[in-house]
């Protein structure tokens, strides 16, 4: 029979660290050992496909190994951390290959007592800022022009959100040179005409 205050071992977790990849091993099991030595209560499971941290009712940290690299991030990142710092990805200390990419013990001891801190407080996470919606895209000449010559393709191009259209007026006015910007915008009113997306290949992969 366990102690009473063994710590949280989800056997998910166990499962997760032995089907990762070779470097991120290490990484994952310290990083594990060390949420439970700075916060015994804290609570293991699975969130998203990836180890999270429970504590006080509310997440504390979570974990994530990839190809190259393994990420660790606090909940309340920029509370913890500290607004100025920018968070990569998921991860509150960037892209971690080996061990030697963590920060100081005592720097991620004091982070944990401060996540902790916040989740007994109930202090709630900062809401993202929502970022200012784009303009409407401004579709140049030629395309107008193009597409004016086919209905169909005219159509689709009307149909389509700010977002679609915004992809395909951008691969057009991106173009450097002109035989390649003709050459795209030959491909878009085709395209369109049959009611494809810009990205139509990769929906759906």
Same mark, same amino acid.
């Given at each position: 029979?366990?102690?009473?205050?063994?710590?949280? %071992?989800?056997? #998910? !977790?166990?499962?997760?660290?032995?089907?990762?990849? &070779? $470097?991120?091993? +290490? !990484?994952?099991?310290?990083?594990?050992?060390?949420?439970?030595?700075?916060?015994?209560?804290?609570?293991?499971? !699975?969130?998203?496909?990836?180890? $999270? $941290? /429970?504590?006080?009712? *509310?997440?504390?940290?979570?974990?994530?190994?990839? =190809?190259? %690299?393994?990420?660790?991030?606090?909940?309340? %990142?920029?509370? /913890?951390?500290?607004?100025?710092? &920018?968070?990569?990805?998921?991860?509150?200390?960037?892209?971690?290959?080996?061990?030697?990419?963590?920060?100081? &013990?005592?720097?991620?001891?004091? %982070?944990?007592?401060? *996540?902790?801190?916040?989740?007994?407080?109930?202090?709630?996470?900062? *809401?993202?800022?929502?970022?200012?919606?784009?303009?409407? +895209?401004?579709?140049?000449?030629?395309?107008?022009?193009?597409?004016?010559?086919?209905?169909?393709?005219?159509?689709?191009?009307? *149909?389509?959100?700010?977002?679609? =259209? #915004?992809?395909? /007026?951008?691969? !057009?006015?991106?173009?450097?040179? &002109?035989?390649?910007?003709?050459? #795209?915008?030959?491909?878009?009113?085709?395209?369109?005409?049959?009611?494809?997306?810009?990205?139509?290949?990769?929906?759906?992969?």
């Amino acid at each position: 029979m366990p102690a009473k205050n063994a710590p949280s %071992h989800d056997p #998910r !977790i166990d499962a997760y660290i032995a089907k990762s990849a &070779e $470097f991120a091993r +290490p !990484i994952l099991a310290h990083l594990r050992a060390l949420v439970h030595e700075a916060c015994p209560q804290a609570v293991e499971t !699975i969130k998203w496909g990836m180890p $999270f $941290f /429970v504590y006080a009712g *509310a997440p504390l940290c979570n974990m994530a190994a990839f =190809k190259q %690299h393994v990420a660790f991030g606090f909940w309340k %990142h920029a509370l /913890v951390v500290g607004a100025g710092s &920018e968070r990569e990805g998921m991860g509150s200390y960037g892209k971690m290959a080996s061990l030697g990419d963590l920060p100081p &013990e005592k720097t991620l001891l004091a %982070h944990f007592k401060k *996540a902790m801190a916040l989740n007994e407080q109930g202090v709630k996470s900062p *809401a993202a800022r929502k970022a200012a919606p784009k303009p409407p +895209p401004q579709a140049p000449a030629d395309l107008l022009a193009a597409l004016k010559k086919n209905g169909a393709a005219q159509a689709t191009f009307d *149909a389509f959100p700010p977002s679609c =259209k #915004r992809e395909y /007026v951008e691969w !057009i006015t991106e173009a450097k040179r &002109e035989e390649t910007r003709a050459r #795209r915008l030959a491909q878009a009113v085709e395209w369109m005409a049959e009611g494809k997306r810009r990205n139509w290949k990769y929906e759906g992969c």
